[in-house]
């Protein structure tokens, strides 16, 4: 039996503890918050997205950085054991669309107050408000952490689960990725990931507060599509967000190092441009006689009107009949590709993960424990992996703290 020091008590450190103590391990929690679970608790908009009930292989694609690292971790704890842990802990789920698993409650305390009641039942000890400073070892591997207030608590395993650098107001201010490097580690470059996107138009902010819901997005640098989407979007006073746009971040990310990307909204993408034109037409022909702005008003939001007759194109003003085929067309091209720029991405206290981490080159992708220190283990967010929304960045932090903890001696 060891002593196994866990720094964090977020979803990757609270699910560690709960199987390090199972399997009999004398098991500490030293989390540095008044309370467990701060990120947790916001998470899917304080629903708690718990994981994706795809098949496994599933799984990898939604993954951006280092997705074949993972095939042990999710081979062995996939979405169906996390499924299982939650509901013989208690908690039922449910299922929506893009397999987004969910508590039925819609509370994302009921993912939190299982956690916790799993780590007494199994008997692990959880300290609050207990800051580590850094870990400690000699050349047979860690000996314990140093504590902020000077103390030494021993150790014979620390696993470190201090998340990244996302939301900071939860406690995530990068502890992890000091810990890896002061104990040898690489840390890859750290950059917000899944963030609202700035954007350079000034009839963007004119559409605060619009939600778009069945939108089409298609980003191109250049000539190239570099992503391309269907779902829910809204307009901010700076640019955009919603689940299409924050997964929209994930991938595009390295182009816009690059420059300014040129994104297109397709506001009717059930509508083939024919059936579109049809549609338009049928509108037209039943106003004849009104003005243009007082018959668009049926196709969209009320407050995205002003925005589409201001690009449109064609004078607000102009009678239905007057109107050229040309122009029809070209109004027509607006509504399947709504233009704007994206020139940059939202900061870390937006963002809801960290792109970049502790290199996984310097970790074994079969248990989690440092290539550079015995029995350190690295788990979920401070690694060098994030996955786009729907589940998938929980799962990684399930899968990691599972296989951390069963490799524990």
Known sequence: MSRVLIIGGGAA?????????????????????????????????????????????????????????????????GPEHVMDFFEQAGVPLKTERGNRVFPSSDHSSDIIRALERELKKAGARIHLRTEVKAVESDENGVTGVR?????????????????????????????????????????????????????????????????LKNTGLTVKSGKKVVYKDFGEMMFTHFGVTGPMILSASAHIGRYLEKGELNAYLDLKP???????????????????????????????????????????????????????????LHFEQLIKAFPFTITGMGEFKEAIITRGGVSVKDIQPQTMESRKVKNLYFIGEVLDLDAVTGGFNLQIAWSTAYLAAQAIE
């Open 13 to 77: 450190g609270m699910m560690a503890g709960v199987y390090a103590a199972r399997r009999g391990h004398q098991t500490e929690v030293l989390e540095k918050n008044e309370k467990l679970g701060k990120k947790l608790y916001i998470t899917g908009k304080g629903r708690c997205n718990v994981t994706n009930a795809c098949d496994t292989e599933e799984l990898f694609p939604a993954v951006m950085s280092n997705s074949k690292f993972l095939y042990s971790a999710f081979y062995t704890f």
């Open 270 to 328: 059930a509508l083939s441009a024919e059936q579109l034109d049809a549609r338009v037409l049928r509108e037209f022909e039943a106003g004849q006689n009104k003005q243009f702005k007082n018959v668009i008003g049926v196709l969209f939001p009320s407050s995205l009107t002003p925005v589409m007759l201001k690009l449109g194109g064609i004078e607000p003003e102009k009678k239905i009949h007057e109107i050229s085929r040309e122009e029809r």
């Open 147 to 211: 504590l902020a207030d000077g103390s030494f608590l021993p150790g014979d395993a620390v696993i470190v689960a201090c998340g990244g650098l996302s939301y900071p107001t939860t406690g995530s201010t990068g502890d992890g990725y000091r810990i890896a490097q002061e104990t040898g580690h690489k840390v890859t470059e750290l950059k917000p990931s899944l963030v609202p996107l700035k954007t350079k138009e000034d009839y963007i902010p004119l559409l605060q507060g619009l939600s």
